[in-house]
């Protein structure tokens, strides 16, 4: 079972970046490949980026390619998300969640999630 805690949302304005991270709860979080997602009102959960369990191989949407980086730190069960150079249509609930595969980018197949931060971009 793993526990994880999304913090580091807020509203910034279009251009700006924010910092987003997850506190993972188990000491086994080094075993989790990881991911983020994002969801906007009316819209299905979509794929951010998402990170293998060592940290060494990240895979991004085409919407955050060159402008967000997935990051971990094992040693203290965190998960990391920076995002520069964010838009208006970047508002939304951002989740983090955990899977033992690598590289999955659909939702359905991730067995743990945190309840999510509200990123808000204004124009």
């Known amino acids: 079972q793993v526990q994880l805690v999304e913090s580091g949302g807020g509203l910034v304005q279009a251009g700006g970046s924010l910092r987003l991270s997850c506190a993972a709860s188990a000491r086994t979080f080094s075993r989790y490949n990881m991911g983020w997602f994002r969801q906007a009102p009316g819209k299905d959960r979509e794929f951010v980026a998402a990170?293998?369990?060592?940290?060494?191989?990240?895979y991004y949407a085409d919407s955050a390619k060159g402008r967000f980086t997935i990051s971990r730190d094992n040693t203290r069960s965190t998960l990391y998300l920076q995002m520069n150079s964010l838009k208006p249509e970047g508002t939304a609930i951002y989740y983090c969640a955990a899977d033992r595969l690598e590289g999955v980018v659909a939702a359905i197949e991730y067995d743990y999630w945190g309840q999510g931060t509200q990123v808000t971009v204004s124009s």
């Open positions: 990170i293998s369990w060592s940290g060494g191989k990240a």
